[in-house]
């Protein structure tokens, strides 16, 4: 079985994200990109199912600007055995995303993608819910543990008051939190191999997919700032400040 | 203009994100909702519900979104809370209808203006739609709910003609608490990795049930072991925003953040005084955790 696992070049997460002056959006020239990290997951429990028998190959596939090669790059040295980037200059929204997507699956007739539950930038958790709407396939979301079998994937999900298992006839979609497992640094020596592992790059607009945004951006704001309040000495200035000052106990 | 809301129900009772999600769907005229389980006739009586739809069917993505495509009909709006449940379905949903959703929605300006909080929380984003019809969740905490009684909607029951992938829910590993649910209570108390391990988390208790506060935690309490997933605060895990909110050694990394800064009164004990948090709380108290704690209680019952 072959696994697609798409992969986006997001700002880091450890940058703290500035607005542009102009209010269009948050700056991402001169900042620090990496894989979004729901994406190393993804990419790292592909590759797991790989290592265990689970799957023969690991495609990792990214949409966007030239320069998402170095992710996929990263998403080969933690073990994906080949990648694709459709590329495109263009700031896409998870529908069109998704129906890129629903292209290369076409193509690659993967038994299973697995992908971040959300990217870090646009936080719109959406994209593999389409996908797998558009695929008709069915979808198992924010997987906390994923068990392949004959033709099934069991996936434990982390839903609002716990645990939810749901079994999905395979193909599916998977997307993956925080606590599927945790990815791998990618060592010098995979790095040097990745090089070497085959990228094709293929144009957005030559697949015949209606790219045109339906969301337009009004406006990009800094949230309202709070404000640091005061710091106390004590415990029980701490109690008598929450009684009497801001009377909240 | 009709919306149609998918609501949950939980333990009886229609969910309060559930209502404050009809309340945001107020600001596009009438409203219907979509009841996929028990719960119609509770759902009924939520006030100024015009009309029930209800379908018996398990409550999974693949046969939800499927039923709600087949019956969007003339609706205009088609929302769900900002829940685990409405991240599943309603992207689905609008993959089916071609729709670009918009998740995590805050703010309403307009039938198609909408507020929604991007890079964790470090950007407002306002975005007009152009899709005829519009997917929406919305977020709790930014909308008051309707109340729960006051309205008599008319139940009809509702069935999917189109089929659906093979998928099934084979279990349930559901967390018993008789405390607060997190999203809604009027305290919140979360614990970080500080706490070392699980049992010293569990110090947060007492003080829990002496404030009827709900517990949380950040990423790396959880990730620890410390609580159970569904207890995380944050980005990525849930937003709160209650009357307090104590951080007990929590950093205040921007991805926690995210989920709680919108507390009206935020408080937190940390033993290092550059700890971010510092930054956001209206009280800060500088010191251990093991000793701070035991003393705050004994102060709260004094
Ligand atoms: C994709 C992604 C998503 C994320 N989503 C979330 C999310 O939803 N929610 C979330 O919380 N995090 C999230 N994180 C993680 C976040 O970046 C931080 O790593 C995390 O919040 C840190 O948790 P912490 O503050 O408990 O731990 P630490 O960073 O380890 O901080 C512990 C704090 O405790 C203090 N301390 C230590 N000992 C004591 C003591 N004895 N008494 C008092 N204070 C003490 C320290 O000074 C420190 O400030 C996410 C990260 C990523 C990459």
């Keep these: 079985m072959k696994i697609l696992v798409p992969v986006k070049r997001v700002v880091d997460y450890n940058v703290k994200p500035r607005v542009k002056a102009d209010g269009s959006g948050v700056e991402t020239q001169g900042v620090k990109m990496s894989m979004n990290p729901f994406d190393e997951i993804a990419v790292e429990e592909a590759v797991r199912l790989r290592e265990k028998g689970a799957a023969s190959e690991v495609v990792a596939v990214s949409i966007g600007v030239t320069d998402a090669q170095a992710i996929l790059r990263t998403a080969m040295a933690m073990g994906a055995d080949r990648a694709i980037l459709v590329q495109t200059d263009l700031v ?49 979301t924010f997987a906390n543990t994923v068990t392949v079998g004959e033709g099934w994937v069991e996936v434990k999900r982390e839903v ?71 710091k106390v000495s004590s415990a029980a200035e701490l109690v008598e400040k929450l009684r009497d000052e801001a009377k909240v106990i | 203009m009709t919306s149609l809301v998918l609501v949950e129900i939980e333990n009886g009772l229609v969910k309060q994100a559930s209502r404050s999600a009809v309340m945001a769907a107020r600001a596009f005229g009438d409203v219907d909702v979509l009841v996929v389980g028990e719960g119609a006739t509770v759902a009924a009586r939520i006030e100024g519900v015009v009309r029930v739809l209800h379908a018996d069917l398990p409550p999974l993505a693949e046969t939800i979104a499927a039923l709600m495509a087949d019956h969007a009909g003339d609706y205009t709006h088609l929302l769900a809370a900002a829940t685990a449940f409405g991240k599943n379905v309603m992207p689905r949903l609008a993959g089916l209808l071609d729709v670009q959703p918009v998740t995590e929605v805050v703010r309403i300006l307009d039938a198609d203006t909408f507020v929604r909080p991007i890079y964790a929380g470090n950007a407002l984003a306002t975005v007009r739609s152009k899709d005829a019809r519009k997917v929406l969740t919305v977020r709790g905490a930014n909308f008051d709910p309707v109340p729960a009684e006051g309205g008599n909607a008319a139940v009809e029951s509702v069935s999917a003609a189109v089929e659906v992938p093979d998928a099934q829910i084979v279990g349930l590993e559901v967390t018993k608490s008789d405390r607060p649910e997190l999203e809604t209570a009027r305290v919140v108390i979360s614990g970080g990795k500080a706490f070392k391990d699980a049992e010293n988390f569990r110090m947060l208790e007492p003080i829990a049930d002496r404030l009827g506060a709900a517990i949380g935690a950040s990423r790396a309490a959880v990730d620890s072991g410390f609580a159970p997933n569904e207890m995380q605060v944050g980005q990525t895990g849930k937003i709160v925003a209650p009357e307090l909110y104590i951080a007990v050694g929590i950093a205040g990394a921007i991805q926690h953040l995210a989920g709680m800064k919108d507390s009206k009164v935020i408080a937190a004990i940390n033993v290092d005084p550059e700890a971010p948090i510092f930054s956001v709380a209206d009280y800060g108290l500088v010191g251990d955790l093991f000793e701070v704690l035991p003393q705050f209680k004994a102060a709260l019952d004094a």
């Design chain 1, 92 to 140: 896409l929204e998870p529908l069109a995303v998704a129906k890129l997507l629903k292209t290369i699956v076409d193509r690659e007739e993967p038994g299973l993608v697995i992908m971040g539950k959300q990217a870090i930038d646009d936080d719109m958790n959406a994209t593999g819910q389409i996908l797998a709407a558009r695929l008709n396939w069915p979808q198992g």
């Design chain 1, 160 to 230: 609002d008051g716990g645990l939810e298992i749901v079994r999905l006839a395979l193909p599916a979609v998977v997307t993956t939190d925080l606590r599927l497992n945790e990815p791998r640094y990618a060592t010098m020596p995979n790095i040097m191999k990745a090089r070497k592992k085959p990228l094709e790059t293929i144009a957005a607009d030559a697949l015949g997919v209606d790219l045109a945004p339906r969301l337009e951006t009004v406006s990009v704001v800094e949230p309202p700032a709070r404000k640091a309040g005061v």
